[in-house]
């Protein structure tokens, strides 16, 4: 269970603070998916970074599996990141250097060597179709073959909650249909809690929970 409770994030500035988030107050249970719309500055990216556990929020709580974050040493903080949460940007963010699988390998790199964790880099990656790619570096593959690399990377952990920050923007149309349909595929066969901030409506179309966020305050759409 994820559970956002009056949050309030406020930034200083010069003339004040400056009001991002205005009491924000949701919760979305294991399987369940949602989209966050809204203009560009309105604050979609800072919401997505507070659930993350990367922002904390100025007032409020947010919990993930009971657990808040924001109330654990750093170092536990960090090993939480790693092993309950997935991000997946608009920049696939892949490391140049290395190959797709061992992109896909980094979350992994931190804590308790596991043999499991090989086999299931492997096959996420014949699920994100990428497996005559396994041993191409990011610079040989197209933009739609980045971000399932990307996705493969989010999900190699298992995490419970899946962020994602316009996964789909900086896509052609077909490739960002191949995306969200792979994305929405791989959320239902893990039943994990998905996340997405968008601007594309027709990306949030496809998930069953919209929200808009206007003024600080988010509205549900549905």
Not at 29 to 38: K, L, N, S, T, Y
Not at 189 to 216: G, K, M, Y
């Amino acid at each position: 269970m994820l559970k956002v409770e009056d949050v309030v994030k406020e930034y200083p500035t010069p003339q004040g603070p400056l009001q991002v988030l205005s009491h924000v107050s949701f919760s979305m249970a294991e399987g369940e998916a949602a989209a966050v719309m809204g203009p560009s500055g309105c604050g979609k990216s800072t919401l997505l970074y507070i659930l993350g556990g990367l922002e904390p929020p100025t007032s409020g709580r947010v919990t993930l599996s009971g657990k808040n974050p924001f109330e654990l040493p750093k170092t536990e903080q960090a090993v939480f990141r790693n092993t309950e949460i997935g991000f997946v940007f608009q920049d696939h963010c892949l490391l140049p250097q290395c190959t797709i699988l061992e992109n896909v390998l980094v979350p992994t790199l931190v804590g308790t060597p596991d043999p499991d964790h090989l086999t299931r880099a492997r096959d996420l990656i014949n699920k994100v179709g990428l497996s005559s790619r396994i041993d191409h570096r990011p610079s040989e593959l197209s933009g739609g073959e980045k971000q399932r690399a990307a996705i493969a990377r989010a999900l190699v952990r298992r995490p419970r909650l899946l962020l994602c920050d316009e996964p789909t923007g900086n896509l052609d149309r077909k490739s960002a249909e191949a995306v969200a349909k792979l994305l929405l595929d791989l959320h239902s066969e893990q039943n994990n809690i998905l996340v997405i901030v968008t601007h594309s409506a027709e990306l949030a179309s496809r998930v069953p929970r919209r929200f808009e966020l206007a003024d600080q305050s988010l509205v549900n759409l549905s």
